[in-house]
């Protein structure tokens, strides 16, 4: 079945995308790899658990969607993309496969979101490491403490909103390290003036934390987890700390990955996060028909999120011949300010990187290590594709979402180029590891066409 | 878990609702203030766990401390949570438990 718009993820963005294009009359179509619409910040807890104000926001968001009209696929693995400018003969409609699903769209929003950077440190492989967004999801969506004594560390509100949270479900958080430092967050803050709501959560956070007497070491980093065969103790600079779970992050990065697959311009902007799409001020990519809309297109948090998702599905409507109401560019622009000085306080830290020790395994995947990574460089691997080539660095079952931040950067740094230089691997399908079995299904060779041979 | 209790749900049957599930090193790493489902058991690198239906398998198992796996990023992302699930490979975090399953 043909539809007008297709959206690419259920986050805050997918899912007031998919209800204004469903509003304004097109057959919309919405695929989400979880089993429920929210993303990872509106993330449906699976128990009934203690409100707040993500919650009900995401509620509202749920509840627009479920009244617009528009069909909602869960549970969507989308492996496939295809369609649009993939076809040599002119604009085709866009493809979308998923296991279990196949989706034809005339337009195509994408609103995948973000994955975390982790800048690799001795010791980061070890079981009890994981990420701050991670931590938020098992802490908030179910109700899992990481640990029973948890050093939080990373940088941006992540860190905070993680270790307020541990204390509240009543685990201990034996330490925060914190990478920004005082003066950094004073100035950030600043930024957060037009949103008191979120900065009144920022102040109860570390109103917990600090009645909680959790030590916070400011412009400070792990520098190695300990253990065997699981983490049993974190060294923080020169100290040890015993812990049997260290959550780490060190900011968001959009998930390029579709647009990346279109083909679409790209462009490196640390300040949104690293690589976006480049976009108009309706959220058109340079694709046509392809539009991207919230922190997959640029961090500006999930309270900007839906503004962007709404541009986007105006701009579709649009384009398709539709006439929606006229676009308000100004409320995601207000939105988005907070967003903007939370995205300075993820940016990459060159620093982190730099401190990255040769032997340590920087993609997990394949066992690739910083050393390795810049023997490549030297050899002349000078793009992160030539670096695929030359190690495999990327290509195993993460397909470089875990380690190309840190990848990207010590490439550039070992051949004195500027990030945006050694440029991001090729956006191909599958998307997602998928079984051959699942995706192929059941055929009988016999129907397998032919093309006749080429007359000799 | 009580061994009785282990032993009922290992073919897939509820346990009785407010089973009560013995820590292991004292307190649990599930959180209060949330209202679980009563308890299932599944079987994880050949051991009973107690895991609440609606729960993740990954969050399932960071919750009984089983330490053969990894899982760093809970949203399906990272792939370092692969477990066989009746000899199926899937990502813990994307898969919700079931009783009965046998995780290796």
Redesign the interface.
Known sequence: MMHDIAILGGGPAGMAAATEAARGGARTVLLE???APGG?VYRK??????DDANRRAGDALRAALAESGAEVITGA?VWGLGGGPLVAQGHAPFVVSALGAEVSARALILATGT??R?IPFPGW???G???L???T???KA???????RVVVAGQGPLLYAVAAKII????TVVAIVDAASTGEWARALAGLAARPDVLARGLAWRARILAARVPVFSRASVTEALGE??INAVRIDGRIIEADALCIGHGLVPATEASRTYRAAHVHDPTLGGWVPVLDAERRTSVPGLYSAGDGSGLRGAAAAPFSGQLAARAALRDLGRVPAGPDPAAFARAARAGAAMAGMMALRPALVAAIPPDTEVC??EGVTRAAIEDAADAGAGTMNQLKHFTRCGM???QG??CGEAASALLAARRGVPVAAVGFATGRTPL??V?MDTIIGDFAYADIPVPAPAPL | MRAADASSARNGERLAAGASIAMVGGMSLRSTGFTRNPPIAITAFGREVAAHPGESLAAALVAAEVREFVAVCHMGVCQQCLVRVDGRLVQACLTPVAAGMVVT
Request: glycine residues 18%.
């Open positions: 790899e979880s089993l990872q807890p699976v128990f009934d658990g203690p693995r994955h975390e982790i492989t070890l079981p490491v994981l990420g967004a991670a931590a999801i098992l802490l179910q109700g899992v403490l990481p640990g029973r509240a479900g009543g685990g065969g699981r997990r995947c195993g079952p993460c979402r875990m997602r590891p079984s």
